[in-house]
């Protein structure tokens, strides 16, 4: 994580390139919400005022989120801005929304803005590999993102069912993989992969624990195991289909028969005297999925560096 001082310019930054598209940041809006929290760490540090919250681990989780967001952004208008148009329909999002943008951290159920966001996530991994993005426009022809991507055999025009699990119910996920499915049968892709976020359910605080004396850091060995255990808890008590099962709902549909499965946290590292922030976001396959996994995992790891 960088320092709050790194966050706040980041932050400025961001502001000035949503004014240059015609974005104003809405008073009372999330993103408003996050600037002023790492503002107010500022005072704290500082020595000005108190931070007062008893646990305020949802704004660490936040502000860092937010912070990954703006650097992919920022980031995007200047490597790839030849494809960075196609992304201002979710660019209004930060100046408006109440929902969660932070794509590290839960939020609540119908928080369609939030589910957007996870669009924009995948689309800002995939834009170096991808051409011709067009994000959903709302009319009930277009899966979440419609892209040409040539898998080696030639370019084909692709679609991409962007869902967000809510539910521990694991019947929800079969409801949720047939939706996806359903969204790219419909639209003019010629192929197409569901990538579902598994972020509300996972277990954020065992990541980020507190004590009576304060929050807890972890060396980075043991946050990936941690990791790996919250994946295969996931896979066990949610996801709910064999191998078998899942395969049989793409069969006949233009869909590959599998799923991108995705998970994002923050984790306090090192020292557990003297832990700072980071932010972890993972993202595996369950049945046949292609390159477009390894695209979007090295896109979650791409935004180490200066944004």
């Known amino acids: 994580?960088?320092?709050?001082?790194?966050?706040?310019?980041?932050?400025?930054?961001?502001?000035?390139?949503?004014?240059?598209?015609?974005?104003?940041v809405a008073s009372g809006s999330r993103l408003e919400t996050a600037l002023l929290f790492a503002r107010h760490v500022l005072h704290v540090r500082n020595g000005d005022t108190p931070i007062k919250v008893p646990d305020d681990r949802a704004y660490w989780r936040e502000?860092?989120?937010?912070?990954?967001?703006a650097k992919r952004i920022l980031r995007a208008e200047r490597v790839t801005r030849h494809k960075f148009r196609a992304l201002l329909p979710w660019l209004?999002?930060?100046?408006?929304?109440?929902?969660?943008?932070?794509?590290?951290?839960?939020?609540?159920?119908?928080?369609?803005?939030?589910?957007?966001?996870?669009?924009?996530?995948?689309?800002?991994?995939?834009?170096?590999?991808?051409?011709?993005?067009v994000p959903d426009r709302g009319r009930?022809?277009?899966?979440?993102?419609?892209?040409?991507?040539?898998?080696?055999?030639?370019?084909?025009?692709?679609?991409i069912a962007c869902k967000?699990?809510?539910?521990?119910?694991?019947?929800?996920?079969?409801?949720?993989?047939?939706?996806?499915?359903?969204?790219?049968?419909?639209?003019?892709?010629?192929?197409?992969?569901?990538?579902?976020?598994?972020?509300?359910?996972?277990?954020?605080?065992?990541?980020?624990?507190?004590?009576?004396?304060g929050y807890v850091?972890?060396?980075a060995n043991r946050m990936k195991r941690l990791l790996e255990d919250e994946q295969r808890r996931l896979e066990q008590e949610n996801v709910g289909l064999t191998d078998r099962d899942l395969a049989s709902e793409f069969i006949g549909k233009k869909a590959?028969?599998?799923?991108?499965?995705?998970i994002g946290t923050t984790y306090l590292s090192g020292p557990e005297d003297?832990?700072?922030?980071?932010?972890?976001q993972q993202a595996w396959g369950r049945g046949r999925v292609n390159q477009l996994l390894q695209a979007f995992q090295a896109g979650l790891n791409s935004t180490s560096g200066t944004p």
């Open 1 to 24: 994580m960088p320092t709050i001082d790194n966050v706040d310019r980041t932050y400025d930054r961001f502001e000035q390139l949503l004014k240059r598209y015609g974005i104003s």
């Open 63 to 69: 502000m860092p989120g937010i912070y990954d967001l």
């Open 92 to 133: 209004f999002l930060f100046g408006s929304t109440k929902g969660q943008l932070a794509q590290n951290a839960p939020t609540i159920s119908g928080d369609q803005d939030s589910d957007h966001v996870f669009e924009l996530l995948v689309a800002l991994c995939l834009l170096p590999r991808v051409g011709e993005l």
């Open 140 to 159: 009930g022809d277009n899966p979440d993102l419609l892209f040409r991507f040539s898998t080696g055999a030639g370019y084909h025009t692709w679609g």
């Open 164 to 213: 967000r699990l809510y539910s521990k119910d694991p019947r929800k996920f079969r409801d949720t993989v047939t939706k996806g499915i359903a969204q790219i049968e419909n639209s003019k892709a010629e192929r197409g992969l569901v990538f579902v976020s598994l972020v509300n359910l996972v277990n954020h605080d065992a990541f980020y624990p507190k004590t009576e004396m």
């Open 217 to 219: 850091g972890m060396r």
């Open 256 to 262: 590959l028969p599998g799923v991108v499965h995705y």
């Open 274 to 280: 003297a832990p700072t922030i980071q932010t972890v």
